[in-house]
């Protein structure tokens, strides 16, 4: 069946809607995630992979869908603007990346059950850590939902706040292992856990990119000096304000 711009832009919104729930879902499974170890929830950390498999599930769906989108577009040789493009390739990123997201939190709930109710007594700031993550993500998602540029370069910049709460974890942590309040096996627990969340974090950045990227048409590069915004030919852009 013949497809129109208007059709497009009708489906990719469809599209864009479940992207937001899949990122909502994201969300819930990486918050519970963080709380199921500081309960030491094991039954709840079981939950919350059975809810990642709903997240496949999505991603495989949406992934499909895009595909067969694309398929029509094509097959129908209809004129695409240049925003519609982007904000297509945009979904098909931002679904790979919350889908990984997902991923990284499954990853944190199996080591809550490896823990069982064992209180490994992780150093606070651990906490403080996997909030400003959590954060970030649903500022992720409204940044995507809205298509703002600007809550997205907010994202940017708060990478830099996790990456400062891993090492103060870390350090924390190796104190512990020194004076025998943390054993060496939660400590190694431990840092599989926050690296899932530096992950986390991470991918939150590429889909900031990607909105960013849809908005303005700059793609955004991570420097010496800090974040960037360069054209499609590696340039930095006119008037760039690197976050």
Known sequence: MPITPEQFDHQLTALRERLVEQGNLVVEIVDGAFNAIY????????????????????DVEIERDAVDLLMRVTKNAVALS??????????????NELERIADAASSIARRVVSLGDRDPEFPKSTRVMTNSVVGILRDTVRAFESIDPIRAK???????????????VVQKSEQRIADARLSVEH???LHAIIHQAVLMADHCTNIAEQIIYESTGAIVRHTNAGWAELD???????????V
């Open 154 to 168: 907010s994202v940017l910049a708060a990478e830099g706040t996790v990456i400062e709460f891993y090492d103060l």
């Open 82 to 95: 240049e925003p519609r493009v982007r904000s297509m390739l945009t979904c098909v990123k931002v679904n």
């Open 39 to 58: 309960a030491m929830d094991s039954t709840g950390a079981l939950a919350l992979l059975e809810r990642e498999d709903q997240v496949d599930r999505a």
């Open 232 to 242: 499609l030919d590696g340039n930095p852009e006119p008037d760039d304000d690197s």
């Open 187 to 189: 400590a190694f627990e």
